[in-house]
């Protein structure tokens, strides 16, 4: 068996984008040092990404003040070994002023939505490499469990059906779990 070549973050990043026979980018993530290719998302997976991230959109247009952006895959160097791509991510407006080329750590929160080809090992490290790298909050959501694991310093908890879901860095935003997934 051959020895897999680990990259850095770094190295990983300066790699040049790769399309498809369609001119699709493929998506890839480093996880550990190792490319993880990401396959294209089921309608399930974007259903739920866009239903979570309209959610925030309006709620942010709505609250300018906090001086908050959500973005959608957004690629983000969050540490030596790993550079992830959120499926669904808040940061503050200041931080996207910065004049680089990829994002510098971890958004202050991150969403990841499960997608079959996600290993409990990678959705583990990633949720452990967001929080070390400064999201205070990180959500795995489950479309098939209809469910979201919410990590943040103090706990790991789970949300189903009507159980609201709310984030300090989101004062006022609250929304049921299972309207995720009223689409799906």
């Not at 499926?87 to 996207?96: E, F, M, N």
């Not at 789970?158 to 689409?183: C, H, M, W, Y």
Request: charged share 20%; aromatic share 8%.
């Amino acid at each position: 068996m051959a020895a897999t070549t680990l990259l850095t973050s770094d190295q990983f990043l300066a790699l040049p984008m790769e399309y498809d026979q369609w001119g699709n980018r493929i998506r890839d993530e480093l996880i550990a040092g190792e490319i993880v290719l990401k396959p294209m998302r089921g309608i399930r997976h974007s259903i739920v990404q866009a239903e979570i991230g309209s959610r925030f959109t309006i709620f942010l247009h709505a609250n300018p003040h906090l001086q908050l952006q959500c973005l959608f895959g957004l690629r983000a160097q969050i540490g030596e070994m790993d550079a992830f791509a959120p499926d669904v991510c808040v940061t503050t407006c200041s931080r996207l002023a910065e004049p680089v080329q990829f994002f510098q750590g971890a958004p202050e929160l991150a969403i990841e939505v499960v997608s079959d080809s996600d290993t409990a090992c990678h959705l583990k490290r990633k949720a452990d490499m967001y929080r070390k790298g400064g999201s205070s909050s990180v959500w795995i959501v489950y479309p098939e469990a209809r469910s979201v694991m919410v990590y943040t310093s103090e706990s790991v908890r789970e949300l189903k059906g009507d159980q609201r879901i709310t984030n300090p860095l989101l004062p006022g935003f609250s929304s049921p779990v299972a309207a995720f997934f009223e689409l799906t």
